[in-house]
């Protein structure tokens, strides 16, 4: 049993083992990865003020840009419509979108349209036999119920598409808010809806010979 009078000098000798292995030194040859116990204690006190600061700035960039797309100025309206749909930031191109086609101003309603068909990007179409026989052929599995169309290049000065489904490549356009499309044995016309989806009907000529026309809505949001 330790004397008295050696006690301090063990005490001592504990403290200064427990200091070491509490020390930065100490602490990296345990663990690199775990960080300092204070360090840690003010991770948790003390929050990164500037990320709410930059969210509520972000916040605010997105409420001035929406307020411009109800600018009396038609031409204010576009130009911010652009500017959100080519933004980097990808919560402000989700808006921009989403405002256009919900917009009443159809020159922002077909901004939006056109952005969206940018490739490369897809349109899912479900499929819905307008008839009896469509629904019938539908069922027979030769085109199914849903139709998938991928957008591979675009031509802005035109609005000319090359198109991609799964009877090969064809071809579509947009003007305004309509869209046309010719998917070899599939061809239809869209319509910009209210609820950002592309509505209208395909008239298909399956292996019967026969033309059936189907209707057809692709969402877009």
Known sequence: MPSIARRPITLLLAYLTLTACMSPVGAQAASPDVPEPSTAILLVQHPDASSTDAIRARAQRL??????????????????????LKSGDPAERQLGTTLGFASADHDLRALALRQRLQPPTELSFD?????KQATEELARGEVGSHLV?????????????????RFGYGSAQVSGTSVSINARICRGNFRLGDAGTLTGS????????????????????
């Open 63 to 84: 409420r001035e840009a929406r307020a411009l797309l109800n600018d009396p100025d038609p031409i204010v309206r576009l130009a911010a419509l652009n500017e959100m």
């Open 149 to 165: 169309v991928r957008v591979e290049t675009f031509t802005e000065a035109t609005g000319l598409m090359k198109i991609l489904t």
């Open 202 to 221: 395909l008239t298909c000529i399956f292996s019967s010979g026969r033309p059936v026309s189907v209707n057809a809505v692709a969402r877009l949001l």
């Open 127 to 131: 499929l819905v036999g307008s008839t």
